[in-house]
């Protein structure tokens, strides 16, 4: 596993990298969705959860720091200090810390930028100085604006969407998938020429036109 850094929020200059001495043996990866209470009345039952859009998303790694010999003959405080300027140091190019990529061989894990950095000492030499030591790193995801708005582009119901129809599939269920709302069924229904939309035969394709 390795940490790529980069100085732009598209992750196209490279800074530089660091290569964990061992990879570990677990990582996590945290996803949220944020919510408001959409009904705040008085006495009311229950409350509807609103969607407000996604949360952070988090990486979380264990770092192994090694001075003994065994791995690496380098000092346990220069190999953290290697790291530490590279994900967590004040970038004077950018005036912030770098945004970083996670790499396990060629696959990308994680983007994002570093939350939190936590270390451990866990062996120490007869005069105090660090013998080995584990390093907890946190990432939040960060995605460029650009990238974000081609995203939510893709996805917005002011463009024509085209779906295949799978089992179990109707036409107010995917109405609601592509708007948000399954009222527009019959419009949509009208657009396709469709006679019989409770009956869609599974592997016809429909058209969503953008909603006006």
Known sequence: MKIVAFKDPDYSSRVGEYDLLVNPETYKVTNEQQY??????????????????????????LMFFDGTGMISKDKVDDQIKEVKELIYQYNGDIH?????????????????????????????DMDGSPLRAEATATLV???????????????????????????GDNL?????????????????????NLTNFRA?????????PPVI
């Open 96 to 124: 912030e810390p770098n945004y970083l990529r996670v790499y396990w061989g060629t696959q990308s894990l994680f983007q994002g930028r570093l939350k939190s950095w936590k270390v451990n000492y866990t062996m120490l």
């Open 172 to 192: 107010p269920l995917m109405c609601h998938r592509i708007y948000g709302d399954s009222s527009y069924y019959i419009k949509v229904a009208q657009h396709n």
């Open 200 to 208: 869609l035969k599974p592997g016809i394709k429909i058209s969503f």
């Open 36 to 61: 408001s209470n959409a009904d705040t009345t008085i006495g009311s039952s229950a409350q509807s959860a609103k969607f407000k859009g996604s949360g952070s998303g988090l990486f979380e790694i």
């Open 141 to 167: 995801a960060s995605v460029s604006a650009k990238k974000k708005a081609i995203e939510e582009r893709k996805s917005s119901s002011d463009l024509t969407h085209v779906r295949t129809v799978l089992d």
